[in-house]
């Protein structure tokens, strides 16, 4: 004999209509029934309520007719845990409001995000990015041509390009394969987030200092800075900060703590790190003992001044975030009322000298250093050397 059917608890029109109802809300409105405030009279802000009135709105537009007051929030609780055990949201808490799966972002705002994406699969060669670009890409076409082509056009992009492949597809195509370590970035991302030491071959010494081998270092962040991608690490013996430019190393990579460190040490040598980076000027982080002594306050900063001229003033004048510690001061103006001169003060560790006189030296005879005498000389010095090149 056979068994009666079981009514489903979805089964009538009314339900099914407020089910479905409210993952059309969902879907609409990631993050919805979050409030970082209190209510005016300093209540609990109940999210269930935002829910519903959205739920209700759509309705409404849909010509779908409810009961009035309908559904109640215990209702839309009862709702959400059905849709937690059909795996449609996850079985945890949203304390920062409700979507469903990875949709967590409007249309506006994964129209920035998408942007973001192709600038940095397009210029900085993250061929991480890419492949997830690419997909966008093809799922997303339908939405662009809805959106009249405004979905997939750039209206923000960063110029900054690699001047080096960084996509080992890339190379494969162009038959221009470099063993580097961008063939080994998954390994190396892993031992971010998991704290894992490794182990890489340092094969390019472009300077002479002799930075060639093996290296066993706790791997931080990958940073792109202009031109290049960089690894910010440490040195597993003796803990010294680096920024190290990715294709100097070769493909070797290996993990030699399977265990790690955890992502709070990581996090907090990363902080570390990333001080000495707002403190100087540039991407180098001096040695050992430099970096000790500026992180315990005891290493005497460089007072550099710097006078800017008539060609470059308002390009100096204009950016005044370039640094947390500079100053600016306007000089004495000539019979039109324009600026003669404007000067630049900044406290810089002496590791930066060198990387800020390569941005003093972009503007050749619009600028003169003052001070420290040292940087003076050297200058005054690459200002006769070249010189002597054109005479």
């Known amino acids: 004999m056979a068994k009666k059917p079981t009514p489903h608890a979805y089964a009538d029109r009314l339900t099914f209509d407020r089910i479905m109802l409210l993952i059309a809300t969902l879907v609409n409105n990631p993050g919805i029934g979050y409030s970082n405030t209190e209510t005016s009279d300093g209540k609990y802000h109940d999210a269930l ?7 209700q709105k759509i309705a409404a537009e849909f010509s779908i007719e409810f009961p009035e007051n309908y559904p109640a929030t215990p209702t839309i609780r009862k709702d959400l845990e059905t849709l937690r055990n059909y795996g449609i949201l996850d079985k945890r808490m949203y304390r920062s409001g409700y979507y469903l799966g990875t949709g967590a972002m409007t249309r506006e705002e994964l129209q920035v995000a998408f942007q973001a994406l192709a600038s940095q ?26 959106l009249k082509g405004e979905l997939f056009y750039p209206v923000r992009q960063h ?3 690699a001047i080096i492949y960084t996509d080992p597809v890339e190379m494969l195509d162009r038959q221009k394969n470099q063993n580097t370590l ?23 010494d472009y300077y002479g200092k002799g930075n060639i081998g093996l290296r066993r270092i706790w791997p931080l962040q990958l940073i792109y800075h202009d031109i290049a991608w960089y690894l ?9 900060l680096t920024v190290e430019r990715v294709n100097r190393f070769s493909d070797h990579c290996e993990i030699i703590d399977p265990e790690g460190r955890g992502l709070a040490a990581q996090e907090q040598n990363l902080k570390i790190a990333q001080k000495l980076l707002k403190n100087g000027w540039g991407l180098y982080l001096g040695k050992p003992e430099q970096q000790q002594a500026e992180l315990e306050g005891t290493l005497k900063l460089q007072k550099v001044k710097v006078r800017f001229f008539e060609k470059v003033i308002g390009f100096i004048l204009e950016g005044d975030r370039r640094h ?49 005498p040292s940087l003076v000389e050297k200058h005054r010095q690459a200002a006769r050397d070249l010189a002597a090149r054109y005479s």
């Open 121 to 146: 699969a397009k210029n900085q060669g993250n061929a991480q990015v890419r492949r997830i670009y690419e997909k966008l890409t093809k799922l997303l076409r339908g939405l662009d041509i809805e």
């Open 232 to 240: 910010i690490c440490q040195d597993c013996e003796n803990g010294h």
């Open 182 to 204: 961008f063939h080994k970035l998954e390994t190396v991302e892993t031992a971010i987030v998991r704290g894992q030491a490794i182990e890489l071959y340092r094969e390019k």
């Open 159 to 161: 110029l900054n390009r």
């Open 324 to 372: 947390p510690r500079q100053k600016i001061k306007e000089g004495p103006k000539d019979s039109s009322g324009n600026l003669l001169y404007v000067d630049y003060w900044i406290d810089l560790p002496d590791r930066s000298l060198n990387e800020f006189s390569l941005w003093v030296n972009k503007h050749m005879d619009s600028a003169q250093v003052l001070s420290p």
């Open 49 to 55: 309520l935002e829910v519903r009135s959205q739920l």
